[in-house]
């Protein structure tokens, strides 16, 4: 299955911030060096699952050049996503996890020979969707892969797969672009103008795909509201019951993204009082919210609004 993320563009090309991990990747593969397993991690929405497809596209091309040609026979297969050799991990539609009959029939693939060309490519993504025990299911394969098989892992929570996964692959992290390039991208991709496009990369921390996503959804007048709770819990303006209704009306997943990216700016500038043990281990709270709600483990629909209020109205931004 192909990912939602990925733009319908072809052949497939990194975007312009990852052009030199895609460049260190292709010569890696060119002079016969590449790892049989790599993990690619950094923030969600900075386009990793481009990347990764990109990149698999090209190994999969029948030109010698690393990137894809766009038109042999191979790409034309992956641009039906019909490629016999390469397969697409992902939660199946409906749920949030990939479960160990999944990863089994996955290794059964990569083990199997290549059909078409020599290698073989299996590409998981999200990588931290895997329960524990399908994640211990690809410990042998990831070690020991068969041929010339390549194993692609594209996380946006790295710090979540179990520590035997992550030593097995080498490890790329993509790094969010500077303001400048992410703002004359996310220009040029939703057509708007240089005031909106920051509106949209401030909300979503600096990254242009998550910016991106926001603005094509509409989302961004509705977030900048929520941002704006988020503020006023943390300056002490707003009380947590008031907050929790406040917040009530909001999708989970998207309430402690925000949440979370609140309280790591005042964690960041120094602001929070004592800057501050507490302020850490709220923001470790948060993050277990979000992994547990991103494994599709799902909270009462009031609960979760009072436990963020809650857990934000604890902290204090100085000075306030
Ligand atoms: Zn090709």
């Excluded at 211990?136 to 710090?159: D, H, R, Y």
């Excluded at 103008?193 to 795909?209: H, I, K, M, N, W």
Aim: glycine fraction near 10%; charged fraction near 20%; charge should be neutral.
């Amino acid at each position: 299955m192909m990912p939602t993320d990925v733009a319908l563009q072809w052949p497939p090309a990194p975007l312009p911030w990852q052009e030199g991990i895609y460049q260190r990747l292709c010569r890696a593969d060119r002079a016969g060096k590449l790892p049989h397993a790599l993990l690619l991690s950094g923030a969600s929405g900075l386009g990793k699952a481009q990347l990764a497809h990109a990149f698999a596209t090209g190994l999969m091309c029948n030109e010698t050049s690393p990137e894809p040609c766009g038109h042999c026979e191979s790409c034309g297969l992956m641009k039906a996503g019909s490629h016999g050799d390469f397969r697409w991990l992902a939660p199946e539609e409906g749920k949030r996890a990939i479960g160990i009959d999944a990863v089994r029939a996955a290794v059964g693939f990569v083990q199997k020979t290549a059909a078409y060309g020599t290698r073989k490519v299996l590409l998981i993504e999200p990588a931290e969707a895997m329960t524990a025990q399908a994640a211990n299911a690809l410990l042998k394969t990831l070690e020991e892969p068969p041929g010339s098989s390549v194993i692609l892992l594209v996380s946006s929570q790295a710090g979540a797969l179990i520590a035997t996964v992550r030593s097995r692959c080498q490890s790329i992290v993509v790094a969010p672009p500077g303001p400048d390039q992410a703002q004359e991208w996310l220009m040029a991709e939703a057509n708007c103008a240089p005031d909106q496009a920051s509106q949209a990369l401030t909300l979503a921390d600096g990254r242009p795909v998550a910016a991106l996503n926001l603005m094509t959804t509409g989302e961004v007048a509705g977030l900048a509201e929520l941002s704006a709770v988020f503020d006023r819990v943390l300056s002490g303006g707003m009380d947590s019951s008031e907050a929790a209704q406040a917040l009530g009306q909001y999708d989970h997943g998207v309430l402690l993204e925000l949440a979370l990216h609140s309280l790591d700016k005042d964690l960041r500038r120094g602001a929070l009082v004592g800057a501050n043990p507490a302020g850490f281990r709220c923001r470790d709270r948060l993050q277990a919210l979000l992994a547990a709600h991103q494994r599709g483990i799902n909270f009462a629909r009031d609960t979760l609004p009072a436990e963020v209020a809650r857990l934000l109205a604890q902290q204090r931004v100085q000075g306030m």
